[in-house]
């Protein structure tokens, strides 16, 4: 946690918002886990939180595949948007992150949804797939070009996810969860294949919002190489490669009679935090079509 914690501060200027230990049988309930204690630590990058999750008993975790490659199932990342990407860029070679793309990539006149936006992909301590966003003028959500901002990192844009089926996953996240579709694109040629470091890349993405405004979920269909290797079916929460997105909705138990039979419960029920502790009353974990777990939380 010391080491994550330091390269999120330290590296992307995100700053610790809490830091707790939790443990007791609500916590086992909520993660489908025996005999849980976990260190969770909340940081905030402009109007956006990620938290950072140790733990600390069960004592044994499973690292992230080696390789692992962004049409695999279990792909997941988020974009952080930055003011200048070049000096974004800097700061990572400065602090010797470890790149998936050799430098940023510019999307190419040919697709007139996303020309101009920069990106570049890198991985955290443990493996974990983040992205640099720049926005040229009129792309882009307004909130990030606000006037007189001189933070170089601004805030987290979107979590992008990898599916097999757009169609089945808008059932899942509109249809169900109430996301807007706000566009797509489909991203190919050499800027797509070094910024994936995949030769061949052509990938059909979708962009979803929600009622608060970012972040959103991004949908990344891969056509060529068609969907990589599939979500572990014994994936765990201790597990490095899992990633769960907080949906807030006004009643977690009808959120949850809702996705029964449509999602894969890791919960068997929704938990009760009597103390708010992680910032919500009641939540639970469901996996989407897909595996990637969401979780449903009631403030």
């Not at 992150?97 to 430098?103: G, K, L």
């Not at 493996?127 to 933070?151: A, I, Q, S």
């Not at 992008?160 to 089945?168: F, G, L, P, Q, Y």
Request: some cysteine.
């Amino acid at each position: 946690m010391d080491r994550s914690v330091a390269f999120y501060r330290d590296v992307l200027t995100f700053k610790p918002v809490s830091d707790v230990e939790v443990d007791g049988p609500e916590y086992d309930q909520l993660y489908g886990c025996f005999g849980v204690r976990a260190r969770i630590v909340r940081m905030q990058l402009g109007e956006q939180q990620i938290e950072l999750t140790q733990f600390i008993s069960p004592p044994d975790l499973r690292p992230i595949p080696v390789p692992s490659y962004s049409h695999d199932l279990w792909f997941q990342h988020f974009a952080i948007v930055v003011r200048d990407m070049d000096a974004a860029w800097a700061q990572l070679r400065k602090h010797h992150v470890r790149q998936i793309s050799p430098r940023p990539q510019t999307i190419p006149q040919s697709n007139q949804t996303a020309a101009g936006i920069k990106a570049i992909k890198f991985r955290d301590p443990d493996g974990h797939n983040l992205e640099l966003l720049w926005f040229p003028e009129g792309k882009g959500h307004p909130v990030w070009k606000k006037r007189g901002d001189t933070d170089l990192f601004l805030g987290i844009d979107h979590t992008a996810i990898t599916v097999r089926s757009t169609e089945h996953s808008l059932k899942f996240y509109r249809d169900l969860l109430g996301l807007t579709v706000a566009g797509g694109t489909l991203n190919m040629g050499t800027e797509q294949e070094h910024l994936d470091s995949l030769p061949g890349a052509r990938a059909r993405v979708t962009g979803l919002i929600a009622l608060m405004g970012p972040p959103g979920v991004e949908f990344l269909e891969y056509e060529l190489p068609t969907a990589g290797r599939p979500f572990p079916a014994d994936s765990h929460p201790t597990d490095l490669w899992h990633w769960q997105t907080t949906v807030v909705v006004s009643d977690a138990e009808a959120a949850a009679s809702q996705l029964r039979g449509i999602g894969q419960f890791v919960s068997a029920q929704v938990v009760t935090i009597p103390d708010g502790t992680l910032g919500f009353k009641a939540g639970v974990l469901v996996r989407d079509p897909d595996g990637h777990v969401l979780r449903i939380v009631s403030p």
